[in-house]
């Protein structure tokens, strides 16, 4: 993820990391805390990006998340910097994130849009050794089909979410699951029907 911005606290025992800006996700603000480590000559190593934020452990496969807490996002061509010429037209195939209000609108509705086929939304990690059913909301105009998978470079498939949605509101699409009985995962949303589009991600 190129062009992270940020700085470094310690809290007790833990250092931390905070990046302000995600450029190469959004062309707007985001803002996140990850875990900093050591390795044996007390050098830093570089934090992992996940969903989880400073809770330390997995998130539970339970209620619901909002998609804004991705913390992998890219299109079928991969990833890209935004502080290059003309990113708008140049990253024009690429899922962002955005919402449907104004910048500190504390109602607005914050989500992914604009994924198109190979696209990839990226969520660690997850504990779903409990959960039976995962839902997605969708709206856009769209037929085809979204893989749950589990990791983010294997891209282990346990599920698929046929989506079909023509009328631009919000739908909510359901599969049921069997009980992980690995905790520890990291959840990728990867769109790989061809001819279609799904606007926005909730």
């Known amino acids: 993820m190129p062009a992270n911005e940020g700085q470094m606290i310690r809290a007790g025992e833990e250092s931390y990391t905070g990046n302000v800006a995600l450029w190469s996700l959004t062309p707007g603000s ?15 190593k570089q934090a992992e990006m996940t969903s989880c934020g400073l809770n330390g452990y997995p ?12 913390c992998n996002l890219w299109s079928k061509d991969g990833t890209g910097r935004y502080d290059c010429g003309n990113p ?3 990253y024009a195939d690429h899922p962002y994130f955005t ?21 990839v939304a990226g969520f660690k ?6 959960t039976s059913e995962i839902t997605i909301f969708v709206r856009g105009d769209a037929k085809g089909i979204i893989s749950i998978c589990g990791g983010i470079k294997e891209r282990k498939r346990f599920a698929e979410i046929i989506v079909d949605c023509r009328d ?7 599969i049921r699951i069997r009980s992980r009985e690995k905790k520890r995962r990291s ?10 589009i799904l606007r926005n991600l909730l």
């Open 187 to 196: 959840i990728s949303n990867l769109v790989e029907r061809e001819k279609w």
């Open 88 to 90: 708008k037209k140049r």
């Open 59 to 70: 998130l539970k496969g339970e209620g619901r998340y909002k998609a804004r807490i991705a």
């Open 125 to 130: 990690y997850f504990d779903l050794s409990q």
């Open 99 to 119: 919402q449907d209000g104004k910048d500190g609108d504390q109602e607005a509705r914050q989500y992914i849009a604009n994924m198109r086929d190979g696209s």
């Open 168 to 174: 631009g509101g919000w739908e909510s699409y359901s």
């Open 30 to 44: 985001t803002y996140n805390a990850y875990v900093m480590t050591t390795d044996e000559n007390g050098n830093f």
